[in-house]
T-cell receptor, first 112, second 114 residues
Framework: KAGVTQTPRYLIKTRGQQVTLSCSPI?????VSWYQQTPGQGLQFLFE???????NKGNFPGRFSGRQFSNSRSEMNVSTLELGDSALYLC???????????FGEGSWLTVV | DQQVKQNSPSLSVQEGRISILNCDYT??????FLWYKKYPAEGPTFLIS?????DKNEDGRFTVFLNKSAKHLSLHIVPSQPGDSAVYFC?????????????FGKGTLLTVNP
């Protein structure tokens, strides 16, 4: 059974650009959540989608957005990139409820 | 305001001994707690969890203890093995019936020396 797959794994962007990251959840999982990991702030919740609906959002500016497709795949977008957006972006999926959430390997974003 | 705190950035233990990783939280609404392990260049891997209605949960070499009155939990690894060397994250959820929104501590780097 394939795990959570994130693409791309590594990318470099310039300030002001926008970026889209993709996540394919484990087959059958309908809940997809996104986290940002930085050395200073640790792992922080961005948002979660279930059946194409955003159920909850963390404390991030509106430049961070996401969506989920009917096949449960999800994308997150960051517009007008800032240097501080450089981070590891982790996607996680689960069956929902109190079931375990499984993380992908992450997408490393560097903003220069 | 850090709601989940792991006050020890690092811990070093000898192979075969016990590793104890600690975690404190401030939000009394947290009702579900998890521990994740993370190797470099990989995503976090789920280890063990505990509901607030319990005070202990065991899974093989891993045991998590929860002290609700002290808002403290700990992860015990016995015996520790070199392959356990990783960053350990404590996480908590306040979403009753769902743990998709987790608040993480900043992690503790465990090094198990042969």
């Amino acid at each position: 059974k394939a795990g959570v797959t994130q693409t791309p794994r590594y990318l470099i962007k310039t300030r002001g650009q926008q970026v889209t990251l993709s996540c394919s959840p484990i087959s059958g999982h309908r809940s997809v959540s996104w986290y940002q990991q930085t050395p200073g702030q640790g792992l922080q919740f961005l948002f979660e989608y279930f059946s194409e609906t955003q159920r909850n959002k963390g404390n991030f500016p509106g430049r961070f957005s996401g969506r989920q497709f009917s096949n449960s795949r999800s994308e997150m977008n960051v517009s007008t990139l800032e240097l501080g957006d450089s981070a590891l972006y982790l996607c996680a999926s689960s069956l929902g409820g109190t079931n375990t959430i499984y993380f992908g390997e992450g997408s490393w974003l560097t903003v220069v | 305001d850090q709601q989940v705190k792991q006050n020890s950035p690092s811990l070093s233990v000898q192979e075969g001994r016990i590793s104890i990783l600690n975690c404190d939280y401030t939000n009394s609404m947290f009702d579900y707690f998890l521990w994740y392990k993370k190797y470099p260049a990989e995503g976090p891997t789920f280890l063990i969890s505990i509901s607030s209605i319990k005070d202990k949960n065991e899974d093989g070499r891993f045991t998590v203890f929860l002290n609700k009155s002290a808002k403290h939990l700990s992860l015990h690894i016995v015996p520790s093995q070199p392959g356990d060397s990783a960053v350990y994250f404590c996480a908590a959820s306040a979403e009753r019936g769902s743990n998709y929104k987790l608040t993480f501590g900043k992690g503790t780097l465990l090094t198990v020396n042969p």
